[in-house]
């Protein structure tokens, strides 16, 4: 495995959300949310992750947004392109308009729908690696996927992809984080992908979160990064006792319903809108955000 610099990949890394406007992306609100990230300390930023609901989105948009974030933090923070699509043949274009982008590491996530064999998740993630140098992340989420990846098969990747540097690990399983850091070292950039095991998952050695509450209160989970890689692991269990309703809040409905409608709420959004099969949250949905959001003192 490569080595990287020690504050590369470390912290916090918000899956930004895509703000729509009559049905077309708003790429001037999106930047104005970059900005709005890199004022309030977050680490480092994700284009096109889950939050930012790409597969409603068009190949050209999901590499515009890449290409505006580039442009947008002028290397103030880290770009993770997340170019993952089910289909091989959009993901090679997504990962190569990336790479000659100025994204600085890539985010793809294991093909979903197709249920690979483990064989050929292998063969996937080193057919992508040849393609590009930037250093590369799995994302695995199957929850959304149905498709789960084995020790074993990071092993065999980070033998033929020597930029393969870390994962995205958004199962509820401390387990695994524990076998992946023995087998890989400390320096294997294990990202936490379920707000409410930031904390713990961290405590045990992953290197940072791609939280979505991120794009409601980016200070506090940078903060919980920070104090939590500092060793301070009484502010880091204060902060996430105080995120904790937030994080579960994240799963009312389908990420990021419940994330827009308070994005809006809160006024960091000027539109609470998505694209179809996505819908605005319902009434009882709002009403039950809203309590939410006062306990946590946000309204």
């Not at 480092?44 to 974030?69: C, D, F, H, M, Y």
């Not at 992340?137 to 980070?158: F, N």
Request: glycine share 6%; proline share 7%.
């Amino acid at each position: 495995m490569i080595t990287l610099d020690p504050r590369f990949l470390i912290g916090s890394y918000p899956p930004i959300v895509t703000p729509f406007r009559d049905g077309r992306v708003d790429f001037a609100a999106y930047a104005k949310l970059i900005e709005f990230q890199i004022d309030n300390g977050t680490h480092g930023i994700v284009v096109n992750g889950t939050t930012s609901e790409p597969s409603t989105l068009t190949v050209e948009e999901r590499n515009q947004l890449v290409k505006l974030a580039v442009e947008v933090t002028k290397r103030r923070v880290p770009v993770v392109a997340a170019t993952g699509s089910q289909s091989h043949a959009e993901t090679v274009t997504l990962t190569e308009f990336a790479t000659q982008a100025g994204a600085d590491a890539l985010l793809i996530v294991t093909p979903y729908y197709i249920r690979p064999p483990q064989r050929g998740l292998v063969e996937y993630y080193v057919d992508l690696g040849q393609r590009t140098d930037l250093p590369l992340m799995i994302y695995h989420i199957p929850g959304r996927t149905a498709v789960s990846v084995e020790l074993a098969t990071l092993e065999q990747i980070a033998e033929r992809v020597p930029h393969f540097v870390g994962i995205k690990h958004a199962v509820n399983d401390l387990g695994f984080v524990t076998h992946m850091l023995a087998r890989f070292g400390p320096e294997f950039r294990v990202f936490v992908g379920l707000e409410e095991f930031t904390f713990p998952m961290m405590a045990v050695g992953a290197q940072g979160t791609m939280n979505a509450v991120a794009n409601l209160v980016p200070d506090k989970i940078a903060t919980l990064c920070n104090v939590t890689l500092a060793g301070n692991l009484e502010a880091a269990r204060t902060l996430h006792y105080e995120l904790f309703e937030l994080n579960q809040a994240v799963f009312f409905d389908t990420n990021p319903i419940p994330m827009k409608y308070m994005m809006k709420r809160l006024g960091i959004l000027q539109r609470n809108e998505h694209r179809l099969p996505m819908v605005p949250a319902t009434p009882e949905l709002e009403k039950r955000l809203d309590g939410v959001l006062r306990r946590t003192g946000l309204i």
